[in-house]
């Protein structure tokens, strides 16, 4: 084969993807990526003398293969690899909780009226829905169903309405079951019961490895090793454009930094780019239902204000989650807390999580005004001190995280079909796959992929059975 494999985003998912290819096969491998830096939303900047995450990114261990690619790739350097597990508390009626909620603290800190509350609603809704049926229907009667009003109203659906700045009635119940995970509301009664421990099972990811200088540094490593083993990597390269011949992608039409277009051949693509974005690269003669079901599938963008504090640390806190209304940010992070040596000495960074629409009032306010807006939040966090500000900065992140309104499944599933009929193109990672997942998902869809391509005959069969292994909300 004398044409490339393109991978459009070097991101977890595209860098994980051409590593296995180039490690098991001899084929060509160019990733192409209009960032400057590789490793996509889990990247990392300097600021003054600080190395920043776009929101500290933790990679979750589980002991599966992305986490012993990660291990291998740091066998000689391990020293740079710092472990944890996750410390996460979250505000909610004013207090704050331990998460995983702690039984003792919650009776300690909770009304015991709403205790009590919270566990007869419980009860009278499951022999409800037991005798009665009625469909669930989006996330709001998913929520309702399994926690019953009281509960479900504190602990998802508040949270999940501000994040997403919409009803919760309008979220697909498809987005719980890829959310909300590790959350066993039986188990929380028994031990409410018995008075003491935490919740038994794992919510969710617990334990992660984060690189000394920075999540952006596990993907620097890893791009290292992909050209190392002969692969390509072009940088601030836009992929415009794809084009199509005879079911079969031929080649992408990509404008470099300076504005210069040019076509690049290929024998396969590979894309970890946001889904409708894919779709819209394709000609505009694409069936109107194709452009009309990309467009359905939308994201939320996010506003990240990183505040400098003349202070070793502000708290042991990794994530903390504002769950009440009058909080403005949704989520603060303390990345000091992951890796002391992505911070000056002396200092600490706050970053408070922002969700907003691209072009939304949020998303035009200034960064003056963003600024005063965390600081109102801070006012309302009784260990922040305000005095010990020394500065701050804002980025604006567009298509953040993936919005599961109702059908967007439908969606999904007609752009899907569409890939389908192409030969040689395969869509992967969260951006791909239209996922919720995090960078050790999109790694391990990444080895997957570059499992099946660096075969010699790549089967369209293949490519489909992937697609019904990970694409789970169209079951
Ligand atoms: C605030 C925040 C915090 C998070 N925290 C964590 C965490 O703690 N732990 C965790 O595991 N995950 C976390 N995540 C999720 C994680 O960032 C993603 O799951 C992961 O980065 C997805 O990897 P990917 O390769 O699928 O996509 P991406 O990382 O999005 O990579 C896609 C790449 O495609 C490139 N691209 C897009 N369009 C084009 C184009 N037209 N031409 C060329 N290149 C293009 C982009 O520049 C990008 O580099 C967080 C996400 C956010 C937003």
Redesign the pocket.
């Known amino acids: 084969m004398s044409e490339p494999l393109i991978i459009?985003?070097?991101?977890?998912?595209?860098l994980a993807c051409a590593y296995k290819i180039l490690k098991q096969s001899k084929k060509k491998v160019v990733i192409?990526?209009?960032?400057s830096a590789v490793?996509?939303?889990?990247a990392s900047f300097k600021w003054k003398g600080h190395i920043l995450d776009?929101?500290?990114?933790?990679?979750?261990t589980r002991g599966e293969e992305p986490e012993k690619l990660i291990r291998d790739l740091f066998e000689n350097d391990n020293e740079k690899l710092i472990e944890g597990r996750k410390n996460v508390s979250i505000f909610l009626k004013n207090k704050k909780f331990k998460y995983p909620l702690q039984v003792s603290e919650a009776l300690l800190k909770f009304n015991p009226l709403l205790s009590i509350k919270i566990m007869f609603e419980f009860l009278l809704t499951s022999i409800f829905h037991a005798i009665v049926y009625i469909p669930v229907d989006s996330f709001e009667s998913w929520g309702r169903k399994r926690f019953g009003h009281t509960l479900y109203k504190m602990s998802f659906g508040d949270y999940t309405e501000k994040v997403w700045k919409t009803k919760a009635s309008r979220i697909s119940e498809k987005f719980a079951s890829e959310k909300i995970q590790g959350f066993n509301f039986i188990d929380l009664i028994k031990r409410l019961l018995k008075v003491g421990g935490q919740v038994a099972d794992e919510p969710y990811y617990q334990t992660w490895i984060y690189h000394k200088y920075g999540s952006g540094s596990l993907f620097q490593k890893l791009s290292e090793e992909v050209i190392k083993l002969g692969g390509e990597i072009l940088l601030n390269?836009?992929?415009?454009s794809i084009n199509l011949h005879d079911h079969k992608a031929t080649s992408v039409t990509v404008v470099d930094k300076v504005g210069d277009a040019k076509d690049i051949n290929c024998c396969y693509l590979v894309s970890?780019?946001?889904l409708p974005?894919f779709i819209y690269m394709f000609d505009s003669n694409t069936p109107f239902m194709l452009r009309h079901s990309a467009s359905k599938l939308s994201y939320i963008s996010?506003i990240?204000v990183y505040i400098e504090f003349e202070i070793e640390k502000i708290s042991d806190i990794h994530w903390f989650y504002l769950l009440d209304k009058h909080f403005k940010f949704n989520r603060v992070t303390e990345q000091k807390n992951l890796s002391p040596f992505t911070i000056e000495n002396g200092k600490t960074i706050l970053s408070f999580?922002l969700t907003c629409r691209e072009g939304d009032e949020y998303w035009q306010f200034s960064d003056e005004d963003l600024f005063e807006m965390a600081k109102r939040d801070c006012e309302n966090i009784d260990f922040i001190s305000l005095d010990r500000i020394t500065d701050f900065l804002v980025k604006r992140?567009p298509d953040?995280?993936e919005m599961y309104y109702k059908n967007f499944d439908t969606h999904a599933d007609i752009v899907f079909s569409y890939l389908k009929e192409i030969d040689n193109i395969a869509s992967i990672?969260?951006?791909?796959l239209f996922l919720q997942?995090?960078?050790?998902?999109?790694t391990e869809i990444?080895l997957q992929m570059g499992e099946i391509l660096s075969g010699n005959n790549p089967d369209k069969r293949e490519i489909h059975e992937f697609y019904d292994r990970h694409l789970k909300y169209l079951e």
């Open positions: 459009i985003g070097a991101g977890p998912a595209g192409i990526d209009k960032a490793g996509g939303a889990g776009y929101g500290p990114h933790s990679f979750h390269t836009s992929v415009k970890t780019v946001p974005r996010l990240i999580e992140i953040a995280y990672g969260r951006r791909g997942g995090d960078m050790h998902k999109s990444g």
